[in-house]
C-alpha cells in the first residue's frame, strides 16, 4: 500500500509539473480528427435501447454520423465511461449537456492534462452562464441567448437545432393514421403540459405518447394514452400519417427563445403542425405552423384544420422546404466543422507563437 501510495504521489506530481512546464506534452497526441460526444445518460445499456426517451441520445447519434460522413471520427460516451476509458487523442470533446469537467475548471484532469483539447458546448436547452464560458465553443439554438453570450465575450455561435432526411422523411402508412397526435413525456411534479390541458379542457380527442401520463389521464380519458414511447426509428410513420401533430415547448425554453427538434423533425417528414406559440418558430416558419396561445385557439385550430385538408397539406408542404433547406443535417454539420477548424487553426497559431 505504502508503495502504491508513493507511487500515485509522484505520478500526479509528474503532471503538475509537466502542466507547470513550457516544454510540449508528449504523454499522448491529440488527433482533432477524433470527437468525443459526451451524452447526459447514465449507462452504455441505454444507447442500444430503442425506446429510450432522452432526446439528446437520438440528436448525438445523428450528429455523430454526420461527422463520420465528413470524414471525422466521432464516437457517443455515457457517464460510465470513464477518462481512462476514452479514446485519449480526442481532439474535440463535444458536451450535449452541462457536465461536471465543464462545471469547473479548478485543477481538473482537463487543465492538467488537456488543455491542447477543444471542448464544444452544444446547448438545446439553456445552461448557467458559469457553465457556458468554460468551454472553448458554444453553439446555442438561441438566437437570444447567441447575442447575450456574444457580449460577455463568450466565443458562442448561433446552431439550431436539426432533423436529419436519413431518419425523417414522408413515410405515410395508413395503419399509423390519426386525427391529433401528440409524442411527449409529462414532467414528474409539474403542472400538466400546457397542450394537453387545453386538449383535455375542450374535448379535443387526440393520441397520447410518452411517459408519466398515467397520473394525468385518468377514467374516460385514460384511453388518450396510446404508449409510454415510440421506437425512434417509428416516429417518421407517426408523423407522417397524422392528420395534425401538436407541438409544446418547455417554459425555460421558450423564454430562452429555442425551438425544439420536434419541429424540425416533424415537418421532415410533412406532417403537419400545429404549436404553442413561439416568436422563433413564427420569424423561421410564418403561418406554415399555426400556433395557439389559448385553448379556445387551439379548439380552433384543429376543427378548422381538420375539416380543411388542402390547407393542410400546402403548409405542410412549404414547412417542409424550409427545414430541409436550412434545417437538415449535413448543413448544420458543416457549418459546425467550419467553426470548430477555423478555432482550430487559430488556437495552434496562437499556441504556436508562444
Same mark, same amino acid.
Given at each position: /500500500?505504502?508503495?502504491?501510495?508513493?507511487?500515485?504521489?509522484?505520478?500526479?506530481? *509528474?503532471?503538475?509539473?509537466?502542466?507547470?512546464?513550457?516544454?510540449?506534452?508528449?504523454?499522448?497526441?491529440?488527433?482533432?480528427?477524433?470527437?468525443?460526444?459526451?451524452?447526459?445518460?447514465?449507462?452504455?445499456?441505454?444507447?442500444?435501447?430503442?425506446?429510450?426517451?432522452?432526446?439528446?441520445?437520438?440528436?448525438?447519434?445523428?450528429?455523430?454520423?454526420?461527422?463520420?460522413?465528413?470524414?471525422?471520427?466521432?464516437?457517443?460516451?455515457?457517464?460510465? $465511461?470513464?477518462?481512462?476509458? @476514452?479514446?485519449?487523442?480526442?481532439?474535440?470533446?463535444?458536451?450535449?449537456?452541462?457536465?461536471?469537467?465543464?462545471?469547473?475548471?479548478?485543477?481538473?484532469?482537463?487543465?492538467?492534462?488537456?488543455?491542447?483539447?477543444?471542448?464544444?458546448?452544444?446547448?438545446?436547452?439553456?445552461?448557467?452562464? $458559469?457553465?457556458?464560458?468554460?468551454?472553448?465553443? +458554444?453553439?446555442?439554438?438561441?438566437?437570444? @441567448?447567441?447575442?447575450?453570450?456574444?457580449?460577455? *465575450?463568450?466565443?458562442?455561435?448561433?446552431?439550431?437545432?436539426?432533423?436529419?432526411?436519413?431518419?425523417?422523411?414522408? #413515410?405515410?402508412?395508413?395503419?399509423?393514421?390519426?386525427?391529433?397526435?401528440?409524442?411527449?413525456?409529462?414532467?414528474?411534479?409539474?403542472?400538466?403540459?400546457?397542450?394537453?390541458?387545453?386538449?383535455? $379542457?375542450?374535448?379535443?380527442?387526440?393520441?397520447?405518447? *410518452?411517459?408519466?401520463?398515467?397520473? +394525468?389521464?385518468?377514467?374516460?380519458?385514460?384511453?388518450?394514452?396510446?404508449?409510454?414511447?415510440?421506437?425512434?426509428?417509428?416516429?417518421?410513420?407517426?408523423?407522417?400519417?397524422?392528420?395534425?401533430?401538436?407541438?409544446?415547448? @418547455?417554459?425555460? /425554453?421558450?423564454?430562452?427563445?429555442?425551438?425544439?427538434?420536434?419541429?424540425?423533425?416533424?415537418?421532415?417528414?410533412?406532417?403537419?403542425?400545429?404549436?404553442?406559440?413561439?416568436?422563433?418558430?413564427?420569424?423561421?416558419?410564418?403561418?406554415?405552423?399555426?400556433?395557439?396561445?389559448?385553448? $379556445?385557439?387551439?379548439?380552433?385550430?384543429?376543427?378548422?384544420?381538420?375539416?380543411?385538408?388542402?390547407?393542410?397539406?400546402?403548409?405542410?408542404?412549404? #414547412?417542409?422546404?424550409?427545414?430541409?433547406?436550412?434545417?437538415? @443535417?449535413?448543413?448544420?454539420?458543416?457549418?459546425?466543422?467550419?467553426?470548430?477548424?477555423?478555432?482550430?487553426?487559430?488556437?495552434?497559431?496562437?499556441?504556436?507563437?508562444?
Amino acid at each position: /500500500m505504502y508503495r502504491f501510495i508513493v507511487g500515485f504521489i509522484a505520478f500526479i506530481g *509528474g503532471l503538475l509539473c509537466g502542466y507547470q512546464s513550457d516544454t510540449p506534452k508528449t504523454a499522448h497526441q491529440l488527433d482533432y480528427k477524433q470527437i468525443a460526444i459526451n451524452i447526459p445518460i447514465t449507462q452504455h445499456a441505454s444507447l442500444s435501447d430503442k425506446t429510450y426517451a432522452l432526446g439528446e441520445k437520438y440528436l448525438a447519434e445523428s450528429l455523430a454520423a454526420a461527422f463520420n460522413q465528413a470524414g471525422f471520427t466521432a464516437k457517443v460516451y455515457t457517464q460510465e $465511461d470513464t477518462l481512462a476509458e @476514452r479514446n485519449p487523442s480526442s481532439g474535440y470533446e463535444f458536451y450535449m449537456r452541462e457536465f461536471p469537467e465543464i462545471q469547473t475548471f479548478n485543477f481538473t484532469y482537463r487543465e492538467i492534462y488537456d488543455s491542447d483539447r477543444i471542448s464544444v458546448l452544444y446547448e438545446t436547452i439553456p445552461y448557467p452562464l $458559469d457553465v457556458v464560458k468554460n468551454v472553448d465553443i +458554444v453553439f446555442t439554438g438561441s438566437l437570444k @441567448r447567441y447575442h447575450e453570450f456574444q457580449k460577455s *465575450g463568450i466565443n458562442a455561435h448561433f446552431v439550431p437545432q436539426f432533423t436529419s432526411s436519413e431518419n425523417f422523411y414522408p #413515410a405515410y402508412d395508413k395503419k399509423y393514421q390519426t386525427d391529433v397526435l401528440y409524442i411527449a413525456n409529462q414532467w414528474p411534479d409539474h403542472p400538466v403540459r400546457q397542450t394537453v390541458q387545453f386538449a383535455l $379542457d375542450k374535448g379535443i380527442k387526440l393520441d397520447i405518447y *410518452g411517459n408519466n401520463w398515467d397520473n +394525468v389521464l385518468k377514467d374516460t380519458n385514460a384511453a388518450l394514452w396510446k404508449a409510454k414511447q415510440i421506437p425512434n426509428n417509428q416516429l417518421k410513420y407517426y408523423y407522417s400519417s397524422a392528420k395534425i401533430v401538436l407541438n409544446d415547448m @418547455r417554459k425555460d /425554453m421558450l423564454d430562452a427563445d429555442f425551438i425544439n427538434n420536434r419541429v424540425f423533425d416533424v415537418t421532415a417528414c410533412k406532417g403537419f403542425l400545429i404549436s404553442s406559440y413561439s416568436p422563433a418558430i413564427k420569424e423561421i416558419y410564418g403561418d406554415t405552423i399555426p400556433m395557439f396561445q389559448t385553448a $379556445d385557439e387551439l379548439k380552433s385550430l384543429v376543427d378548422y384544420y381538420l375539416a380543411h385538408p388542402k390547407e393542410r397539406q400546402k403548409k405542410a408542404e412549404l #414547412a417542409y422546404q424550409i427545414t430541409l433547406n436550412r434545417f437538415e @443535417r449535413t448543413k448544420i454539420v458543416k457549418e459546425m466543422l467550419n467553426i470548430m477548424e477555423t478555432y482550430r487553426r487559430q488556437h495552434m497559431e496562437a499556441h504556436h507563437e508562444k
